[in-house]
């Protein structure tokens, strides 16, 4: 079965930090786009990151500098690694996924599949 499961979510306090995987299974990730998405109540779904079928890796400005996403091909996930913490990172959190056609620097715009979501909460 091709699914894309996240976990490592939970709650943390501000400036604390967590590290979220998104893990395949039925396919590889290898040649994927996957892109870390985060919805918090009340609002559209933001994309924060992503990293390409070439190894690019793109932040979204209220993450930078504070989130690194990365990729291990062992255990077929990329992970996203989330320092300093702040109550407006406290949002659901997806993980996505597409097989581009052609190396790819920025984010997809589409995708094959989606995880169910892990929840981060952070509080004061």
């Known amino acids: 079965q091709v699914q894309l499961v996240e976990s490592g979510g939970g709650l943390v306090q501000a400036g604390g930090s967590l590290r979220l995987s998104c893990a395949a299974s039925?396919?590889?990730?290898?040649?994927?786009?996957i892109t870390w998405f985060r919805q918090a109540p009340g609002q559209e779904r933001k994309e924060i990151s992503c990293i390409t079928n070439i190894g690019s890796t793109n932040y979204a400005d209220p993450v930078k500098g504070r989130f690194t996403i990365s990729r291990d091909s062992a255990k077929n996930t990329v992970s996203l690694q989330m320092n300093l913490l702040k109550l407006e990172d406290t949002a659901v959190y997806y993980c996505?996924?597409?097989?581009?056609?052609?190396?790819?620097?920025?984010?997809?715009?589409?995708?094959?599949?989606w995880g169910q979501g892990t929840q981060v909460t952070v509080s004061s």
């Open positions: 996505a996924a597409v097989k581009p056609s052609w190396p790819r620097h920025s984010c997809p715009l589409e995708y094959d599949y």
């Open positions: 039925g396919f590889s990730l290898d040649d994927y786009a």
